[in-house]
């Protein structure tokens, strides 16, 4: 019996100090079944020697006076039962051969106990996977359905994979291993029910954590997702050692750990781009590959008017507005386009071709409030620039003189 604890352990991870306990329930159940209660009856199981012992108290009263033979017992029996120098009102205990009461007894604690044992598996899988929501597994595929896939994992447990979890390319074929995230764990009417997912943005996340050292080792944090499964993805990271560089970190040398990312994700497309806590800043790199003129905020409605040129437009936007949507989700703005008009009647420069006149950390404070061209600099009140930009009066005026001067006759 001391291998049969060991193997429920190791299959059913049930650990034996519960399986001891089950079993002890499990008889007293079945003996109060037989008997009305099981209040006089000791249950010992004895793990190390692998068997249990089964004990009935009773008390001795005079002969002829016994009222309830399951609790009660006549002293001449008493002093027959390995008992000679007992007495009326002593307690009398009486080892019990459970064999003994029959076949019915023995199929009925069979039953009681595989009863437990299965609420006590169904309890154990809950709260293993429970505690493991968000985290990646990986499992085989056992069966494909057209709503979703049946995995087993390496303890043959049961994890569906519905089909809106899917990535829309994926493929799945019997005794494929599949990576997933646990999405979600619930155990309704004792049945638990293990959903992962490879669409959920938290799959996306853990992939990184595996493939950047420096993201599992807490160096680079992941600040904001946004993902349309196997199409495209975009990424916000953040460094907190001046010395790493969390966009290059990310991508890897050559672009190494990336790739095995974006082939776990089906060729989806990642852009990973540096976090700021500035908004204007933040948009501007969301809405990357476009190049922005000018960007108006209202923080209060979190809504962004974004002004590009004509030939600029279409990249923001992307294929199907998959780029702008993505850009809003990520920075939580809702984002509108716009041509700038004016660019249209006369062309405008960018900022960086000023670098021979402008010091660079100039322009970069320029750029954090929105500005990544000369006429979107001109455009705004010289007093609004010094203030928002934190910059010196003497330096804005003579940014606003070296630009007006390129648009001068």
Known sequence: MTDQ????????????????SV?????????????GNDDNF???????????????????????EVENPNTQIGLTDAREDDDPDCEVGEDHTRKIDFTKFGRRAILNLRQTLSSKILDLQKDAVYNKFKDLEGEIIAA?????????????????NELILPKDQQIPTDIYRKGDIVRAVIHNVDNKNNNPKVIVSRTSDVFLQRLFELEVPEIHDGLISIRAVARVPGERAKIAVESYDDRIDPVGACVGVKGARIHGIVRELRNENIDVIPYTSNPQLLIQRALSPAKISSIRLDADTKHAEVFLRPEEVSLAIGKGGLNIRLATILTGYEIDVYRDIEDQVEEDIYLDEFKDEIDEWVIEALKNIGCNTAKAVLRIPRDEIVEKADLEEDTVDNVIAILRKEFEP
Do not use: H
């Open 140 to 156: 085989e595929v056992y069966q494909v359905w057209k709503r979703e896939v049946l995995l087993l994992d390496d303890e043959k």
């Open 5 to 20: 604890f060991a193997e429920f352990k190791e299959l059913k991870n049930i650990d034996k100090s519960t399986l001891i």
């Open 23 to 35: 079993l002890e329930e499990s008889f007293r159940s079945v003996l109060a079944k037989m008997f």
């Open 42 to 64: 000791d249950v010992i199981v004895n793990p190390d020697k692998g068997d249990f012992e089964i004990y009935q108290n009773f008390e001795v009263v005079p002969d002829g």
